[in-house]
């Protein structure tokens, strides 16, 4: 069952910008901890950043620090991530996830969290 659904994916050049959107169609996301991820053809999933529900603290994977942000839109139920400076690296399918448990969140790949959505690709190419 897909509780979270991801948007805003799709393609864009080296150095642009896209910004994926994350939204809870049947509970209230602020209350916990979202993750994106994102699994490239041929690779692992990866940890991209996560926003905690209990300070609103952010971490970012070493590779989009400095490019990407993420954040929380109280009003409209969804965690954005800004990606700005995208790089052909950056070519994946990307996931949200939430849990209450912020480690099933802020760490490993995701998999453990009660909240998922099916994915948006974002490709970046010339």
């Known amino acids: 069952q897909v509780q979270l659904v991801e948007s805003g994916g799709g393609l864009a050049q080296p150095g642009g910008s896209l910004r994926l959107s994350c939204k809870a169609l049947?509970?209230?996301?602020?209350?916990?901890?979202v993750g994106w991820f994102r699994q490239a053809p041929g690779k692992e999933r990866e940890a991209v950043s996560c926003?905690?529900?209990?300070?609103?603290?952010?971490d970012y994977a070493d590779s989009v620090k400095g490019r990407f942000t993420i954040s929380r839109d109280v009003a409209q139920n969804t965690v954005y991530l800004q990606m700005n400076n995208l790089k052909t690296e950056d070519t994946a399918v990307y996931y949200c996830?939430?849990?209450?448990?912020?480690?099933?969140?802020?760490?490993?790949?995701?998999?453990?969290?009660?909240?998922r959505g099916k994915g948006t690709l974002v490709t970046v190419s010339s």
């Open positions: 049947t509970f209230t996301l602020h209350y916990v901890a």
């Open positions: 996830v939430g849990d209450l448990n912020s480690d099933y969140v802020c760490g490993g790949d995701g998999t453990g969290a009660d909240y």
């Open positions: 926003i905690r529900s209990s300070d609103g603290s952010t």
